[in-house]
């Protein structure tokens, strides 16, 4: 009997189930959600022969360990680690056959924070909204992995893997994320700009899916008062009341009532979710 | 009317009061469901202003909607959803006091109030609602509350609100309701969406 599941043994710091994420809902408030990382998880899907849109598994730090119920073609890759397979060392970023009842442990992250396990079939849980994406900001989609927990593996194509060497880009070892400026560049003090565009940041340690969070100069309003609340964009920088700048990531609200002195280019972002805490952050405005 | 650009792919729609931004985005909306808005992933109006997320062409939008003749939003039928309520809320003598009238006087306003989902935020399927006057304004409470239940009906600032699941809030409770906010396996999942019109229904405390 093929049993198209896999078993958690190890959760790991914090595992999730994600793609590419939920379109067209911010109105009612829901998240785009989705991949941090999305060539990552990209490359991982392709190389276990999946479409763009099937769901992996996206660690964090420590990595995780699962048991799939029937033979499946699995490949790691984001954030690089050791993998093994019932003990046996085995190639990161490519594709490998992973036996029924075998253990593929994914280990600590060397470099970078977040590793993406793709499975031939991708990941099954029950879609909401059109995304398997477990959205930590407002809790839709499949909780969070525990270890004991059971997820379903769909069918495996016809096809075969996509290809067997992908290139990776590096974890960064400063983040240099450039930004448009504006809407709301106008609420800050010139002095603050300049510091914004011009000094270091680091990422801090409170970084999560819902945002980069960043140590540095605060920036000065130059208009007091409140701003009504607006819709707001992956790669937002929001300044809160403490001037430091948090870029919002893929659990990010779509409402928010803090300014945004800048945004992200959305090619950029997957360095900014490989960031250790620490890392220096430079924010370059380009027009 | 002014608008900003976002990022690479956004555009912000500054409008000059809340009832502009409802006759912009009902606009917008038409122009959709006419088939004559280029494409666009997201619409997000709030309290003034409306952003377009996933737009191919910003500028080139920018540049289009500067032309428009934008219809007042009553030209538009939305939506209508009856909410049933239980005005039992903690903070209704709260809100009766900062009203200057009785309890009961604050369920007879709030439930004869036309309202509208100007938007939508802070979680799936919770409305930031329109329509009382302004002289009804509330403050949020001082010391937000940790666990707010499911249901609540509550007021801060201008707007009404219903949480749609336990969440932390800061809101005034006035009342609570059996009505499902959301549910994701249900079409729509979301009751209240910006555009719809929301009255509040009274039931009696105590019984249905």
Not at chain 1, 127 to 142: I, K, Y
């Given at each position: ?18 793609d ?8 009612l ?68 056959r ?22 031939g ?25 525990a ?6 593996l ?10 067997d ?67 707001m ?5 929001q300044?809160?009341p403490?001037?430091?700048?948090v ?17 992200v ?17 430079r ?5 | ?33 006419a ?57 209704l ?50 010391t ?37 906010l ?27």
């Amino acid at each position: 009997m093929t049993d198209r599941a896999f078993a958690v043994v190890r959760a790991g710091a914090l595992t999730t189930v994600q793609d590419r994420g939920r379109r067209g809902h911010a109105h009612l408030g829901v998240p785009r959600s989705g991949a941090l990382d999305p060539y990552a998880s990209a490359l991982v899907n392709r190389l276990v022969g999946n479409g763009a849109d099937a769901a992996v598994l996206e660690t964090t730090v420590d990595g995780c360990a699962v048991r799939p119920r029937c033979a499946v073609t699995v490949a790691v890759g984001g954030a690089p680690c050791a993998v093994t397979v019932d003990g046996r060392p085995v190639a990161w970023g490519a594709p490998l056959r992973v036996p029924a009842g075998a253990v593929l442990e994914v280990g600590a992250a060397v470099r970078g924070l977040r590793s993406y396990v793709a499975f031939g079939g991708g990941v099954a849980a029950e879609p909401v909204l059109g995304s398997r994406s477990t959205d930590l900001l407002s809790g839709l989609g499949p909780a969070p992995l525990a270890a004991g927990a059971v997820l379903p593996l769909g069918p495996q194509g016809p096809d075969a893997p996509g290809c067997d060497v992908v290139p990776w880009p590096a974890a960064p070892e400063e983040l240099v994320l450039r930004v448009r400026p504006g809407p709301r560049d106008d609420w800050f003090t010139d002095a603050s700009l300049r510091d914004f565009a011009t000094r270091a940041y680091r990422v801090s340690p409170a970084s999560n899916r819902i945002g980069l969070r960043t140590e540095g100069p605060p920036l000065e309003r130059a208009v007091a008062g409140e701003l009504p609340s607006e819709g707001m964009v992956l790669g937002a920088v929001q300044v809160p009341p403490d001037g430091r700048p948090v870029v919002f990531l893929a659990d990010h609200p779509t409402t928010g009532g803090y300014p945004v002195v800048a945004v992200v280019r959305e090619r950029d972002l997957a360095a900014a979710a490989q960031s250790v805490p620490g890392t220096p952050v430079r924010f370059i405005p380009v027009r | 009317m002014r608008t900003v650009a976002v990022g690479e792919h956004a555009l912000l729609v500054e409008l000059g009061s809340g009832e502009e931004t409802e006759a912009f985005h009902s606009e917008l909306l038409r122009r959709r469901a006419a088939g004559t808005l280029p494409a666009v992933t997201e619409i997000v109006p709030a309290a003034r202003t409306v952003l377009l997320d996933g737009v191919a062409e910003p500028a080139r939008l920018a540049a289009l909607i500067a032309g428009w003749e934008v219809e007042p939003s009553h030209a538009r039928v939305e939506p209508a959803v009856d909410i049933p309520v239980r005005y039992d809320g903690p903070d209704l003598p709260d809100v009766a006091d900062l009203w200057g009238v009785t309890p009961r006087e604050v369920a007879r306003i709030h439930s004869a109030t036309a309202f509208r989902v100007a938007f939508c935020g802070f979680a799936p399927g919770f409305g930031y609602l329109t329509g009382l006057p302004a002289a009804y304004e509330v403050p949020r409470r001082a010391t937000p509350r940790t666990a707010v239940p499911a249901g609540s009906v509550a007021v801060a600032g201008r707007y009404t609100g219903v949480y749609p699941r336990a969440s932390p809030g800061g809101w005034q409770l006035i009342g609570t309701t059996d009505a499902v906010l959301w549910d994701p396996a249900r079409e729509p999942a979301a009751l209240l969406a910006p555009g719809t019109r929301v009255r509040f229904v009274p039931v009696r405390v105590g019984g249905r």
